[in-house]
Each structure stands twice: as structure tokens, then as C-alpha cells.
């Protein structure tokens, strides 16, 4: 008789316990909606028609917590790039005295506020893949809902893809200007 009532009590709880995690679960995904509608980014699904950004994929989810991973991988990918940049600029103003540059055009500065739009996949390896592209400003109103593409326009637009399985990133694509 002990033993069921140990028994009894034990389900209970573990129902209890299962019941708060789906709490908090949706809690959770409620507020990572509500901040992504108050910024300046968008989370858009997938289209099939988009096969230049990604083959052999299926459309997936973007959670908060995934969003601040995907800002740490960015702090490395602008460190590494305008690394780059500057090695560049130094290169071509030894090689033209006459033509010195100040900047190459493709630095990268986060602080400028760029918008962005989050296109979250999972690739045929079962990893977690996002494409984002930036853009300075919103020249389209539907930007929330198709994505935003221009020719040149310098560093105001660029893309990346972030691998958010193994933290990394590739294919970072920064318009030229005409």
C-alpha cells in the first residue's frame, strides 16, 4: 500500500513538473514574438524560390536565445572583416601614394542600425542554418514580409549566413558601390 501511494505521489508531481515547462515554454515564446515585432528585424520563412540562398532545406523556427547566439557570431564576423578591410586599405595606399583611401567601402559597423531579416533553416545535415540580410534603411513597406534586394549601395547592404549548430559563419556578401 506504501509503495502506490510513493508511486501515486511521484506521477503527480512529474505531471506538475511537465505542466510548469509548457508554462514557461510558451511564455517564453511569447515574449521572444513580442520583441522581435518591436524592432527593427523580421523572421521570414523560407521560400522555396529563393534557391540562391539556400538548396536542400526545410523552413524552421528562431528563438530569442537563439537571436543573442547569432549576435555573438556577428561580433566576430565585423571584428574579422574590418580586420580585413584595414589590411586592405593599407595595402593599396603603399601601392598609391597619389590615391590614398580612408576607408575601403566595406567596413562594417553594427551601431549604424541596420535592419535585418532572419531566414531560419534546417540543411540536410540536420543543422540549424539562418541567412540574414541588412539593410540601412527601409525603402519598401512590405520589408517585414519579402525580402529586401539592391544592386550596389556599398556597405548599407550586406548577407551571411550563420551555422547555428557549429558557430560559424560563411558566404558574407557585401554590396559594391557603382
Known amino acids: 500500500m506504501k509503495a502506490l501511494i ?4 511521484l506521477i503527480i508531481s512529474s505531471c506538475e513538473q511537465q505542466a510548469e515547462k509548457k508554462k514557461t515554454t ?9 520583441k522581435i515585432t518591436e524592432s ?3 523572421i521570414l520563412p523560407f521560400d522555396q524560390s529563393w534557391h540562391w540562398v539556400f538548396k536542400n532545406v526545410k523552413p524552421t523556427e528562431l528563438t530569442q536565445t537563439e537571436i543573442d547566439e547569432i549576435e ?4 566576430k564576423v565585423i571584428t574579422e572583416n574590418n580586420q580585413n578591410q ?3 586599405l593599407k595595402k593599396h595606399n603603399e601601392k598609391y ?6 576607408e575601403t567601402g566595406f567596413e562594417l559597423d553594427l551601431n549604424k542600425g541596420y535592419y535585418r531579416q532572419y531566414v531560419p533553416v534546417i540543411n540536410e545535415n540536420g543543422e540549424k542554418e539562418v541567412w540574414i540580410n541588412f539593410f540601412c534603411s527601409t525603402m519598401k513597406d512590405n520589408w517585414k514580409t ?8 556599398g556597405n548599407c547592404f550586406f548577407n551571411i549566413k550563420v551555422n547555428l549548430t557549429k558557430k560559424n559563419y ?6 559594391g558601390s557603382a
Not at 170 to 175: H, M, V, Y
Open 6 to 9: 510513493l508511486t501515486l505521489l
Open 26 to 34: 510558451k511564455t517564453e515564446t511569447k515574449e521572444t514574438v513580442e
Open 40 to 42: 527593427n528585424f523580421t
Open 72 to 75: 555573438l557570431i556577428l561580433e
Open 86 to 88: 584595414k589590411e586592405n
Open 97 to 102: 601614394p597619389k590615391y590614398q583611401w580612408k
Open 146 to 153: 519579402d525580402l529586401v534586394m539592391v544592386h550596389d549601395g
Open 170 to 175: 560563411s558566404d558574407l556578401r557585401i554590396n
